[in-house]
């Protein structure tokens, strides 16, 4: 038809309030209040689940007890993000896993304490088997962000 | 067990590029339909049930939009709309195949289109498939969940970005032997190299497009399939399996999988060969269409089809092995890399493994090719879908 075409902008708003459930408000509960980290034990399956959850997927049972966990531990993956996503943290940063002495699984978070102007030297610090310690937010507030790792 | 055969007799797919402008969303699923349709010669009416391949309703921004699409697939038929996020597009075929195999209908349409190029924050979007509790804020996305896994690969098999660049050095000359591929410019190692880090090891020529397109399969009963198609893409195996949820559960001693891996799509591909009567992959198979959005993890889907030992494909793509003219060749349309409307993803990979054994696939076609694979990966490791396409109904 050779007209110019046309477009429309449309701009999704969405609000939730997702409700946490026992288990993981435990889990901020012990962050808040006591600056450590807890897991929940899977005995049939043998393992001490990080993050914390009500039931282990391997055998389908209910988890039974709580574990404190060590605050630090090895690296077992980490990336180098350096691009910025809309509504994401400025490059550059780190985020890895990292398995807790005393867990079983690893947990998420910020990787801080390492310069990152230089992706590849970065990565050779941060390498799988790297010691790191937990930090803690100076006022936790109950979430992901009250914690971040460092190379120990 | 008591199926009845299943064939594919048909498809169509877009010429995929960033945005087409040009059609509207139900538009695109048209072109697919109509294609497909013209290639298996029949009309809409011929049609007794429609598969709809929708992923998550936010990339194009229309909330079950495939009430818009419907329009597309023609009216009063049984419909159903499948979401397994990237597996999307196989998951829907395999639902076909289902319909028919059950001797409940007899020929089957699966269709879908995407617009992702509309969509402003495709990695907002893909950020919400975390949960809000433990992981969302991280923040994760599909580019850093797959770094995650590279980095972990590179550690455990040596794979370095010099083999990640070498896929995407693969894929491109592939593509620009595809018409219909989105990215069809050839690129060099250094190019791949020396292109910005996304989320290191991945760089922005080892990522795929965002794309805009529509795709369409026919499905038919043998007896439909025999009067209507001379060389039909006989669907032998179909398999699906799932992994943990949680990234972290795949690390560690403990770990049941390895985030390396891509252990459940392993076990997806063996559940497809025993349905096909497959035991020897690397003899058996001619040519592989895998889901690999990111060159690194072409890499973990070459070791879960089995064709080598895990890690070995390292070693062997070095070698040229998975080139087009190699002794397996690895995604011949560019694949996923290439072209990435993420609705019909998948399904463009079944299409291209059964353009294969039809011999229909010009510029990119394999020589004498008889069995062909295809696989589909969703979410984060959760929905591995994979299929075994022969020329030799079993």
């Known amino acids: 038809m050779g007209e110019k075409i046309l477009s429309r902008i449309e701009k999704w708003e969405l609000t939730y309030t997702h409700s946490m459930g026992e288990t993981a408000s435990h889990f901020f509960h012990e962050i808040k209040n006591h600056r450590r980290l807890v897991g929940r034990r899977a005995p049939k399956a043998g393992r001490v689940l990080m993050p914390p959850r009500a039931f282990s997927d391997i055998d389908f049972e209910e988890t039974t007890d709580w574990v404190p966990v060590a605050n630090e531990g090895r690296i077992e993956s980490f990336t180098i993000v350096c691009q910025q996503f809309p509504g994401m943290p400025v490059p550059p940063y780190a985020i890895g896993f990292v398995l807790l002495d005393g867990a079983d699984t690893a947990l998420g978070g910020f990787i801080r304490g390492v310069d990152l102007t230089e992706p590849r030297a970065a990565a050779e610090k941060l390498k799988i088997g790297t010691r790191v310690q937990v930090k803690y937010r100076d006022k936790p507030e109950g979430n992901v962000l009250d914690f971040w790792f460092e190379p120990a | ?394």
């Open chain 2, 1 to 394: 067990m008591a199926m009845r055969r299943v064939a594919i007799i048909g498809s169509g797919q877009s010429r995929f590029r960033f945005r087409r402008d040009d059609a509207t969303y139900a538009e695109l699923v048209r072109e697919g339909v109509r294609l497909a349709l013209e290639d298996a010669g029949i009309g809409i009416e011929r049609i007794g049930a429609v598969v709809y391949a929708l992923a998550p309703d936010a990339l194009i921004g229309v909330s079950n939009a495939e009430r818009w699409g419907a329009e597309a697939v023609g009216v009063d038929k049984p419909m159903m709309r499948l979401n397994t996020g990237g597996a999307t597009g196989i998951s829907a075929v395999q639902a076909g195949f289902y319909h028919i195999a059950s001797g409940l209908f007899d020929v089957v349409l699966v269709a879908g289109a995407d617009k992702v190029g509309e969509c402003g924050h495709a990695q907002v979007v893909l950020n919400k498939i975390w949960d809000p509790l433990y992981e969302r804020a991280l923040p994760l996305n599909a580019i850093n969940m797959l770094s995650l896994s590279a980095v972990r690969y590179m550690a455990k098999y040596g794979m370095t970005e010099e083999h990640m660049a070498m896929t995407t050095v693969k894929n491109r000359h592939n593509a620009a032997r595809n018409p219909n591929a989105h990215l069809r410019d050839e690129v060099t190692l250094q190019q791949v190299l020396d292109s910005p880090t996304l989320c290191w090891p991945i760089k922005r020529l080892d990522a795929c497009p965002q794309s805009s397109g529509g795709a369409a399969v026919v499905l038919a009963s043998e007896e439909v399939a025999r009067k209507l198609c001379p060389r039909p893409a006989w669907v032998r195996g179909v398999g699906n399996c799932a992994e943990s949820y949680f990234m972290g559960d795949r690390m560690g001693p403990k770990a049941p999988q390895d985030h390396a891996d891509a252990t459940a799509l392993g076990h997806s591909f063996q559940a497809a060969y025993r349905m096909a009567g497959l035991s020897r992959p690397a003899e058996e198979i001619d040519v592989a269409e895998l889901y690999a959005p990111f060159s690194n993890t072409e890499y973990h889907a070459i070791d879960a089809t089995g064709v080598c030992a895990k890690g070995q494909s390292v070693r062997l793509m070095e070698r040229g092995h998975f080139e087009l003219d190699g002794p397996f060749p690895v995604n011949p349309s560019g694949g996923t890399q290439c072209t990435n409307p993420i609705a019909v993803t998948a399904m463009l990979r079944v299409i291209e493994a059964a353009l294969q054994v039809m011999h229909k696939a010009g510029e990119h076609q394999v020589p004498d090719v008889q069995t062909a694979i295809a696989s589909g990966n969703g979410g984060d490791h959760q929905f591995f879908g994979t299929m075994v396409l022969s020329s030799d109904p079993g």
